[in-house]
């Protein structure tokens, strides 16, 4: 079920021992480095990826601002042509052109990926407070019923959500969020357990401080910065997932200036039209590898400090 | 590479066993429990299954008969009601669904009319050959990249984890399309679709393990740094053992570990990538028959893919617990 693997110190693994403790981790000398600051100073890798998505972002947003032209322009004259200087990414079976297409894609593509990464840490949010916080029986309950999500490993989840539902671009934003939110509960529930038995809420409880006050103000801060990371590996995940349904046929459809599906239109044209699927697709992967670049460092500097 | 693993090469193994804290769970009743776990996953997997496929809005005798459009006679509904069990109570179906799945029986496909487990039966080796060939292909892969960073200094381990990552990322359609353009389009040295033989099968298994080796790579770099700096090390490199001895039958054992640990999810990951892969390359195989059930809404079909494939999972997850908790100490001793 999980799309993400189980990398790293973030998760549990399969077994129960192995939850890491703070102190296994980061090994010598790590401590040394540098002293901390309020808002560190971004690496070199975090403000390129981070440059990266402001501007997919922009054209996410303004897309006219970026490629002035219609998406769904038809032009059969100009049909297939290879990129050249009037059209850079060439243009496709109906003369559309290929950049204004990916320029105007970003949008719908990247909120599907927004979208199934916020159903899914949404719901793993609320399972994994559930089970990391609740009584012992509601621990063991959930517990077991992400177990049999995992159970559906993969896609399977999402193509059984899309046989019930019909396939189309929501039902497969749904199912890959609902595919995803197993993996991210079982980190969140982990990252809950380690907090509850941290010291510093130790420190909280023998000061006096409520319930309500360790939650809110200790735990729920500690698990946000896990939560952050997460959210940013999974939007690249999402979007490479989402338009691979797209690509199957099961997502969005066709006419739409989507990446996925433009992929999925360019499909029967790959050996002779490489471009119709070539340059799209290099957008998911430019996307992805952007999210997950960022997530890491991200998750390499909460580490360190 | 598990199972040759010694106590000795462990951080935490103690000598004689002696000033055990913790009490011992005993084996046994580990396995059963385990054992009773992985039959109530399948139990619930079966039952999701069986109760969200009643979702689907329409007829299910229609879609046997041919789709909603077929406009069939109200006999031949009838008809394929008896024949498929559907006329029965719910409650009595869901009962005769058990027991076929206790007997082996999955149903039959609507739209192939033959016997689901026959269906899988022909598939599957399509589908293991693919798989059992990625995942080998992938795991060297990832081995070399993690034994290079770990060697090679700062920059290796930059350029190696940039590697990881991007492969990691990279669909397995767009890699597919890819990999088609460069060696079948302009060089021609393989062919665009999987064709019998050992040719046919390059481009699928270097698509299926490119993405999953960059997973596996980050996951092996890190234990492997983690090994690297932890005690077991320092003591060996104490008892006068050579970088290279410490390197390959220390550290590089125990970063060995987490990497079984992935397995289940290594196994639903080619899985989901064999959809993609065999849909693209034209291959004969589990994942390619799951898409198009998915497609025709071939209900017996698709649940019976989803049901085996649950099964293989927990066979995969339980055998990997047991087999971290012959190589892992540690694991033993841990009670709930």
Known sequence: MTLLPPTDGLTATTTPAASPTPATRGGPGTAARGRRRWMPRPTVTMAASATVLAVLAIAALFPGLVAPGDPLAIDPSASFQAPSLAHPFGTDESGRDILTRVVHGAGPSLLIGVSATAIGVGLALVFGLLAGLGPRWLDFGTTRLLEVLFAFPGLLFALLFIVVYGPGIVTSTIAVGLSTAPGYARIIRSQVLVARRSPYLEAATVLGRGRAWRITRHLLPNVAATLFVLVTLGIGQSIVWASSLSYLGLGAAPPTAEWGAMLSAGRTYITSFWWMTFFPGLFIVISAVATTLLGRSIQARSRRS | ?336
């Open chain 2, 1 to 336: 590479m598990a199972g040759s693993l010694t106590p000795t090469a462990h951080p935490t193994a103690r000598p004689g066993g002696a000033g055990r804290p913790r009490t011992r769970l005993p084996a046994l009743r580990w396995l059963l429990l385990r054992l009773g776990g992985a039959v109530f996953v399948v139990w619930a997997v079966a039952t999701v299954t069986f109760f969200a496929i009643r979702l689907i809005p329409g007829d299910p005798a229609e879609a046997i008969v041919g789709g909603p459009g077929s406009q069939a006679s109200d006999e031949a509904l009838a008809e394929a009601r008896a024949d498929y069990g559907l006329d029965q109570p719910l409650p009595v179906q869901y009962l005769q669904y058990l027991g076929r799945l206790l007997r082996g029986d999955l149903g039959r496909s609507y739209a192939l009319r033959d016997d689901v487990t026959t269906v899988i039966g022909e598939n599957v080796g399509g589908t293991l050959t693919l798989a059992v060939a990625s995942l080998a292909l992938a795991s060297v892969i990832a081995l070399a990249l993690a034994v290079w960073s770990a060697r090679g200094g700062r920059a290796a381990g930059a350029v190696t984890s940039l590697l990881e990552i991007v492969a990691a990322a990279v669909p397995h359609f767009w890699l597919a399309i890819s990999l088609i353009l460069l060696f079948s389009s302009t060089l021609g040295w393989l062919p665009p679709v999987s064709v019998p033989g050992p040719l046919g099968l390059v481009l699928p298994v270097v698509t299926l393990a490119l993405p999953l080796s960059g997973f596996l790579g980050q996951v092996m770099r890190e234990s492997l740094l983690t090994a690297l700096s932890s005690p077991f090390v320092l003591a060996a490199r104490a008892r006068g053992e050579g970088d290279s001895g410490v390197f390959w039958r220390h550290a590089l054992r125990h970063a060995a570990i987490p990497a079984i640990g992935l397995a289940g999810w290594a196994f639903g990951a080619l899985i989901s990538g064999a959809v993609v892969v065999e849909t693209i390359f034209a291959r004969p195989g589990i994942g390619r028959s799951l898409l198009s059930a998915v497609q025709g809404r071939d209900v017996p079909l698709v649940t019976g893919i989803v049901i085996s494939v649950a099964i293989v999972y927990m066979i995969v997850t339980t055998l990997t617990d047991l087999a971290d908790r012959l190589v892992d100490p540690r694991l033993r001793e841990e009670a709930r």
